[in-house]
């Protein structure tokens, strides 16, 4: 069974830009979280998304939305880039959103530099 | 006090011999618990998750949770160079919200050939 993808793997924007990041969860997964990784802040929660709504939302500005379509595939969205958006982007797919069923695993991530 | 605790090491072990790695977390209600390798510039992998009491074996890893006392350990025996990387504990500490996983900052090991 294919894992987790993302695209793009690295993506180099300015102060200002917008960036749109996909995720395609591994097949039969419905629920789809992303994360931010920093070296200062480790791995801080984003937003989950399950059956196309958004069920969970970390504590990052409103800059920061995401969607996902009927196929469980997932987007991200960051306008009005800052330097401090500088980070590896992870999304992590499980088959449910039921506790405690609900392991998650980890695509490769994307490397987002802001210049 | 964080939510999730780990001591950052770096933590050497020498090869064959047993690795033992501690999380701490804080909240009682917490139901479920994950243990991820990272490899520098890779993404997390799941190697463990566990939900009850007690331990938990898959080859060379063993997870262990003790509720009462709020941590999850994890074994790794017969250490290999391979198991060289960042572990990262994590817990589901909101039963209505399954994606609401904290991750703790992580312990580097280093096995030493």
């Known amino acids: 069974k294919a894992g987790v993808t993302q695209t793009p793997r690295y993506l180099i924007k300015t102060r200002g830009q917008q960036v749109t990041l996909s995720c395609s969860p591994i097949s039969g997964h419905r629920s789809v979280s992303w994360y931010q990784q920093t070296p200062g802040q480790g791995l801080q929660f984003l937003f989950e998304y399950f059956s196309e709504t958004q069920r969970n939302k970390g504590n990052f500005p409103g800059r920061f939305s995401g969607r996902q379509f009927s196929n469980s595939r997932s987007e991200m969205n960051v306008s009005t880039l800052e330097l401090g958006d500088s980070a590896l982007y992870l999304c992590?797919?499980?088959?449910?959103?039921?506790?405690?069923?609900?392991?998650?695993?980890f695509g490769p991530g994307t490397r987002l530099t802001v210049l | 006090q964080k939510e999730v605790e780990q001591n950052s090491g770096p933590l050497s072990v020498p090869e064959g011999a047993i690795a033992s790695l501690n999380c701490t977390y804080s909240?009682?209600?917490?139901?479920?618990f994950f243990w991820y390798r990272q490899y520098s510039g890779k993404s997390p992998e799941l190697i463990m998750f566990?939900?009850?009491?007690g331990d938990k074996e898959d080859g060379r890893f063993t997870a262990q949770l003790n509720k009462a006392s709020q941590y999850v350990s994890l074994l790794i025996r017969d250490s290999q160079p391979s198991d060289s990387a960042t572990y990262l504990c994590?817990?589901?500490?909101?039963?209505?919200?399954?994606?609401?996983?904290?991750f703790g900052s992580g312990t580097r090991l280093s096995i030493r050939p």
């Open positions: 909240d009682r209600g917490s139901q479920s």
């Open positions: 566990i939900y009850s009491n």
């Open positions: 992590a797919s499980s088959y449910t959103n039921r506790v405690p069923y609900n392991e998650q695993f």
């Open positions: 994590a817990v589901n500490s909101d039963y209505s919200s399954a994606s609401k996983i904290i």
